[in-house]
């Protein structure tokens, strides 16, 4: 990652993804209208039940467990590994296998791993790591906003325009 548009095209993506740099563990506060757009494991009812409402408050821990139960390497709801892998990092590592992975790309545990996201040197290190894995270096040398956006977001493009516009800033100050 030694070019200006690959160095911007960095700063532009983690800026999205981690809200400006203010965020290193995934947001799990949704509301019950929301739920089920963003994940497909949520139905109406269920998002009633554990989404916000002016009623209650999220249940942020089981719309993890839920969302990510049986997928990117974490076990069923009922073992809580949506929720102990979920986001983390500038770039939210989000699931067992990449946490795993990463742990032990760092040689460290995987437990460690976890607590070592929520960290800014940690949260550095996962980002640059998913960044190297996922392959964004040559497309970001590019300048492709949109390829490096469905490395790391998948193929649902959220945020493009707010990424292009990141991306754009960066490039002015770089």
Request: hydrophobic share 45%; glycine share 10%; with cysteine.
């Amino acid at each position: 990652i030694d070019s200006r548009t690959g160095t911007c095209m960095l700063l532009a993506q983690l800026a999205h993804e981690s809200a400006n740099f203010t965020a290193r563990v995934e947001g799990l506060n949704y509301s019950a209208e929301a739920l089920p757009r963003v994940f497909s494991a949520f139905n109406t009812t269920m998002a009633q039940k554990y989404g916000r409402t002016a009623a209650h408050p999220a249940d942020q821990q089981a719309i993890a467990n839920i969302a990510y139960a049986n997928r990117l390497g974490n076990g069923p709801a009922i073992t809580g590994d949506g929720w102990r892998f979920r986001g983390r990092g500038y770039i939210q590592l989000t699931g067992r296998a990449l946490y795993t992975a990463w742990a032990l790309a760092e040689g460290i545990g995987l437990d460690v791993a976890v607590t070592l996201a929520e960290t800014v040197p940690g949260a550095i290190s996962a980002s640059i790591w998913y960044w190297r894995q996922r392959g964004c270096i040559a497309p970001a040398f590019k300048g492709d906003v949109e390829a490096v956006t469905r490395l790391v977001n998948g193929p649902a493009m959220l945020g493009l325009a707010e990424r292009r516009a990141k991306y754009q800033a960066a490039l002015r100050v770089a």
